[in-house]
């Protein structure tokens, strides 16, 4: 899973730390910040990296660069350094839930679960229908091992209004592994629905089919997901006799 990106509506945070600065000085950070963003834009993160590394260079409390640089280091795969940015925030503004969603995104992709589920926990206490964390923290219930805790969390988000193949493809994963594999091959069902060719839940649903020894369906399901260039489909259906 990605991390979240979305462009800051930093206005309130220009706003804030202005007066501690010249007029020249904030003309530049103004500038340096509008030049981060559009590399942003142009998935130049690297650059952006650079950039926004270069405004706390000149002010060290403008808080949309720690988040934007955190945001750059995710997408560069430098979670660590994406995390000592997201505390930093975390630790010297009040709540902030995009930042809190951000930090647990990363924990997961550390392989932190427990304290991605935490962060998580944070958001729902304060939005028990927050449909990111709720779906997100599923995925790390999955992650842990609990799959009928996941299936849980997936079926909020659902029930809350989250309509996307993502939810129901993991809800149909986390019953796979429970050997639920009718209700696996509903859930895919579902997904397929909003996607026609979304390969991996027509392939998935294609191996449910063939744990319940349905061989016909198996084929059809895992035929098309070649047709699809689903790269496991082709060796799957050599060993379906």
């Known amino acids: 899973m990605s991390i979240v ?15 501690s600065l010249s007029s020249c000085t904030q003309m530049k950070v103004d500038k340096l910040n509008k030049k981060g963003m559009a590399f942003f ?18 002010d060290k409390d403008f808080m949309p660069a720690y988040f934007n640089r955190a945001i750059a280091n995710s997408f560069l795969s430098k979670n660590k350094s994406a995390l000592k940015d997201l505390n930093h925030i ?8 995009e930042t809190i969603l951000n930090r647990a995104i990363i ?3 550390l392989g932190k679960y427990k304290k991605a589920i935490k962060d998580y926990d944070k958001i729902l206490k304060v939005n028990p229908k927050h449909l990111q964390a709720t779906h997100f923290k599923g995925i790390s219930l999955y992650y842990t091992g609990d799959f009928n ?7 909020k988000a659902i029930k809350n209004g989250l309509n996307v193949t993502g939810v129901y493809y993991n809800k149909g994963v986390a019953l796979d592994c429970l050997n639920k594999y009718k209700e696996a091959i ?6 397929i629905k909003l996607d026609k060719k979304f390969k991996q839940a027509i392939y998935a649903r294609g191996v449910a089919y063939y ?3 349905d061989i016909r369906l198996a084929k059809a399901n895992l035929e098309y ?6 790269p496991k489909a082709a060796s799957t259906l050599k060993t379906i006799k």
């Not at 990106?5 to 007066?19: H, I, M």
């Not at 805790?149 to 079926?155: L, P, R």
């Not at 509903?186 to 997904?191: D, E």
């Not at 997901?225 to 689903?230: D, E, I, M, Q, V």
């Open 186 to 191: 509903q859930t895919y069902s579902k997904a």
């Open 149 to 155: 805790a996941a299936i849980k969390e997936y079926d």
């Open 225 to 230: 997901a070649k047709k699809l260039g689903y």
């Open 211 to 213: 744990n319940l020894k």
């Open 5 to 19: 990106f979305k462009r800051l509506k930093s206005l309130s945070f220009v706003l804030l730390f202005a007066l």
């Open 41 to 58: 834009e142009q998935k130049k993160f690297k650059k952006a990296n650079q950039v926004f590394t270069e405004i706390l260079s000149l």
């Open 107 to 109: 924990y997961e992709n």
């Open 90 to 97: 975390i630790k010297t503004q009040a709540y902030s839930e």
